[in-house]
């Protein structure tokens, strides 16, 4: 009886353990994502000439950044037209530390997903220069494009 009571008291003490180093990870997680001091933000894009699908077209991109994490980063900017939820990389430069504005251009054939989603420019801020492995970039945002009437 005594030996069952023990090994209830340790089971208790092991799992008040975990949860708390649980808590603390998650916290530790939420705090890390809320203190990214990079940003971006799609200003304005503008066509060369009407947004019609399949018709090539000139993109320029401007673009709004924080870059404070570290003394150089990559602005690029990508168009989904291969499928709809992903992004083919079209431009890219390097930029530095500070916050600034910087215009991109593009030539891109758009393409209309239809039912299946909006044609998109994404802008995003790597590292630079680009890590040779997969990477997360430090920020990025996406603006819907609209074709003509």
Not at 30 to 40: H, L, R
């Amino acid at each position: 009886m005594k030996q069952t009571k023990y090994t209830f008291i340790l089971f208790l003490f092991a799992l008040t353990l975990s949860l708390s180093a649980t808590t603390a990870n998650a916290q530790d997680s939420g705090q890390s994502k809320q203190e990214n001091p990079d940003k971006i933000r799609i200003v304005n894009v503008t066509a060369a000439s009407p947004v019609i699908d399949g018709a090539e077209n000139e993109f320029t991109v401007e673009i709004e950044y924080t870059l404070e994490s570290m003394d150089e980063g990559s602005m690029a900017i990508g168009f989904n037209v291969i499928e709809s939820g992903g992004f083919r990389m079209m431009t890219r430069k390097k930029v530095k530390k500070g916050t600034n504005f910087i215009t991109l251009k593009a030539k891109v054939i758009p393409k209309d997903w239809k039912e299946n989603g909006d044609f998109s420019v994404l802008a995003n801020l790597s590292p630079y220069p680009l890590p040779q492995a997969r990477y997360t970039p430090m920020a990025g945002t996406t603006m819907i494009i609209d074709f003509a009437q």
